[in-house]
């Protein structure tokens, strides 16, 4: 038995209704206004013995009554049996639910019903970020995001709080993990995740399962075991904690044992979970043949990464030479060097590997171009990806100078789009179809690439938990400004740019004992300027590439001219 390694679960916040419907004289149906996860707290009187039924649903029917089909097998309701001393207060508060509507009914004279409030309940991580823009619907997205976020970290990260599943799948969390730290303090959270599922861990194999808690046995699965290292990784990078390196190297060497053990000629088998949600004819469950040996290879990269930073320079070594064995590997295996695609040439086929550098350098440019045309002109601008595919492409386009390509992508509409469902839905849907949950964060990954890419705060891996700060903002078309700030364990970042009529202002805060490589949307360093100088001749900042300078900790307002 240890002490709690985590923040405690707790009521966040409260909620007023924001309507009502009369459904029958003994029913009645509340909209809180928002969909979350938690408990109603209802005040009532009435006498002694009535029974008072409450229900919980995402949404309603035309006539305002419950729709519960979101819910799937789940009860989803509570009693309360009343004690008739006057006015008495309830929260079912030894469950919790995923809702925006509550239904209270009575099988006899109905209570007379005071107050009834929304409780919102999530682990208690304190929140790191916020992020804004002038455009409406990524505001939306983003709201979404963090909504969805917080309805599904209540002990360790969920799917989704609705239904009767409620499971820390794996492949939700490893594309939301930088969504997540950008705007909660997650360190404590996942550090306390990781050690459940080094618990889990197969003692006899060293497989990694695919959800924890392990509540059942599944097939492998490495696209989505693979969450292990990777966030184990994302923790270091921006917490900076090697201990958690340390505590997890031994049992993610065991785990890539068993992936060996799985692998013919460097190359593993076509998983079955893949990209959940992918768009693709005939896809739901899978993807591209060639996704689990990238994944192999993602692995062999991190590892050899996490081998440096614990001064292990044989296993560094030895990684990385299995990292070019299985490069070598996946490329005579699905790589069409004739067409310049990887597989079946999808967008989740092509994107991953362009994004994991296995694409020859020969051919990047190609690859790159096959995306952008699937996109474009095949897809008419719309994505074919699920869980996985959604994070990494857009990833894959940003490495790739292409962010205008996924900037479109976020503000397409119609189907399928984020716009989709943040019209109709306060939280994220599961699938595209907006069929099934209505509070799934995985499609939230795009969070980060906001914080990432738009407002432009990024790491240098080079330097972990923000030592060195990287501040390169994507101007894009349309787009008049853009601001984020991320408490970090070193203090405050803050980015934030608008355009004017002379051309652009950026106001960039570098907290103490640490510095900033800056990137401006500049060809020609004559046009910017801090305090109304000339960047190039003051002496504090040191240039380190054309238009990008080195500046130490301080708030700066710079201005770059048209």
Request: glycine fraction near 6%.
């Amino acid at each position: 038995m240890i002490s709690q390694q985590m923040p405690p679960i707790r009521v966040i916040e409260t909620i007023e209704p924001a309507s009502k419907f009369q459904i029958t004289p003994d029913t009645v149906v509340y909209d809180l206004g928002q969909n979350f996860a938690g408990w109603v707290r209802v005040q009532i009187s009435g006498d002694k013995g009535d029974r008072l039924t409450i229900r919980f649903a995402e949404e309603i029917n035309a006539d305002g009554s419950l729709n519960i089909s979101s819910n799937e097998g789940a009860r989803a309701s509570a009693a309360y049996i009343l004690k008739g001393n006057g006015t008495e207060s309830y929260e079912p508060r030894f469950s919790f639910f995923g809702f925006r509507y509550v239904e209270l009914t009575s099988d006899g004279a109905m209570p007379a019903i005071s107050q009834v409030q929304g409780r919102v309940v999530h682990s208690a991580n304190a929140p790191a970020g916020t992020f804004s823009c002038d455009n409406e619907l990524i505001n939306k997205i983003h709201r979404a995001t963090v909504w969805s976020q917080k309805s599904n970290m209540i002990g360790y990260p969920l799917d989704c709080p609705q239904r009767d599943e409620r499971l820390g799948w794996f492949g939700d969390a490893q594309v939301t993990a930088e969504e997540a730290m950008f705007n909660f303090d997650m360190a404590l959270f996942f550090r306390n995740w990781l050690s459940g599922i080094q618990s889990n861990q197969d003692k006899k194999t060293g497989d990694i399962p695919i959800i924890s808690p392990r509540p059942y046995i599944w097939d492998e699965g490495v696209e989505w075991s693979s969450t292990y290292i990777i966030i184990t990784w994302y923790h270091y990078l921006y917490y900076g904690d090697k201990r958690v390196l340390a505590e997890h190297y031994e049992s993610m060497k065991i785990y890539m044992t068993f992936l060996a053990g799985l692998s013919k000629d460097h190359i593993l088998p076509q998983g079955w979970i893949g990209d959940w949600g992918s768009l693709v004819k005939g896809w739901k469950e899978g993807e591209p043949e060639s996704v689990p040996t990238a994944f192999y290879y993602y692995n062999a990269i991190i590892l050899s990464k996490i081998a440096d930073v614990l001064d292990i320079t044989e296993d560094s070594a030895r990684f990385k030479t299995l990292a070019d064995q299985i490069k070598t590997a996946y490329n005579h295996r699905y790589f069409d060097a004739e067409s310049g695609n990887y597989t079946d040439g999808s967008q989740m086929a092509n994107a991953f590997p362009y994004l994991l550098d296995l694409v020859p350098q020969e051919y990047k440019a190609i690859v790159l171009k096959n995306l952008v045309t699937d996109i474009i002109d095949k897809q008419n601008s719309h994505l074919t990806t699920g869980v996985l595919g959604t994070k990494y492409m857009i990833d894959a386009l940003t490495l790739g100078g292409r962010s205008d390509v996924a900037y479109k992508l976020v503000n397409q509409t119609g189907y399928p789009s984020w716009s989709d469902m943040v019209e109709k839905y306060t939280t994220l849907c599961e699938f595209w179809t907006l069929k099934q949950s209505h509070n799934h964060v995985m499609m939230g990954s795009i969070d980060a690439w906001f914080y990432k890419v738009l407002a432009g705060i990024r790491l240098d891996e080079s330097r972990s938990a923000f030592q060195n700060i990287v501040i390169s903002p994507f101007i894009a078309e349309g787009l008049n400004n853009a601001q984020a700030a991320l408490e970090t364990i070193r203090g405050k970042v803050v980015s934030k740019w608008e355009k004017t009529d002379d051309g652009l202002v950026m106001n960039i805060e570098i907290p103490f004992n640490c510095q900033a490589e800056i990137h401006f949307p500049a060809t020609d360093e004559n046009v910017i300027f801090e305090n109304n100088k000339a960047l190039k001749d003051n002496p504090d900042f040191t240039r380190i590439a054309p238009a990008v300078f080195k500046v130490p900790s301080g708030n700066y307002r710079f201005t770059v001219k048209n």
